[in-house]
């Protein structure tokens, strides 16, 4: 199993820029991809940005040229980031990283982002 674990989350005016991390921990060696997604009040959750395991990318058309995913391994841990820059209001909204590998895709808590403007 893999555990994950989302921290960053913040109250930031329109226009900033902030930076959210995911610590995976377990059987991070069975991990495939890594993705962020986030759910706004209302509305459905949807993907945001997704890696592989080979570094390959992947965004919503919606934070292309705003936001970077990255991720740093070690043997036994993988940290997974977005750089979040020109936020916007619609950018609000829980962000929840997830973990692809073998069976069902591990799920972190969630971090609240609140963009104001």
């Known amino acids: 199993q893999v555990q994950l674990v989302e921290s960053g989350g913040d109250l930031v005016q329109a226009g900033g820029s902030l930076t959210l991390s995911c610590a995976a921990s377990?059987?991070?060696?069975?991990?495939?991809?890594m993705a962020w997604y986030r759910q706004a009040p209302g509305k459905q959750r949807e993907q945001v940005a997704l890696i592989s395991r080979s570094g390959s990318t992947n965004y919503a058309d919606s934070v292309k040229g705003r936001f970077t995913i990255s991720k740093s391994s070690t043997e036994n841990s993988v940290t997974m980031f977005l750089q979040m820059n020109s936020l916007e209001v619609e950018d609000t909204g829980v962000y929840y990283c997830?973990?692809?590998?073998?069976?069902?895709?591990?799920w972190g808590q969630g971090t609240q982002v609140t963009v104001s403007s």
């Open positions: 997830s973990a692809y590998g073998l069976g069902s895709p591990a």
């Open positions: 377990g059987r991070v060696f069975s991990i495939n991809a």
